[in-house]
């Protein structure tokens, strides 16, 4: 879909990339919406806290405690604070 916005003359914005990561949250597929998140940043786009909440999702289906501690660690870095979304997929990983 990033190939599409751009063959339209389209800039992907934070939204588009929470849309892709949440996508990646319900496929459990953790690798891709990792990917999407470094892609996010590498265009200078600042993670929001729904950025943050879908990225968490498929590190905790997976039991991946590291994964989600890491996220959670990284956005409390950013300035955003933890959610009890979030501590609940710290609990469940």
């Not at 939204?15 to 892709?20: D, E, K, L, Q, W």
């Not at 993670?47 to 405690?65: E, I, N, Q, S």
Request: aromatic share 8%.
């Amino acid at each position: 879909w990033f190939r599409r916005m751009a063959f339209s003359k389209l800039l992907p914005d934070v939204i588009s990339f929470n849309m892709a990561i949440n996508a990646c949250a319900r496929a459990g597929d953790a690798e891709r919406a990792q990917t999407l998140l470094g892609r996010m940043e590498r265009r200078w786009l600042k993670p929001t806290l729904a950025t943050y909440r879908g990225m968490v999702k498929p590190f905790a289906l997976h039991g991946d405690h590291q994964g989600v501690a890491d996220l959670l660690q990284k956005m409390q870095d950013s300035g955003l604070p933890r959610d009890a979304m979030c501590t609940r997929a710290l609990i469940s990983a």
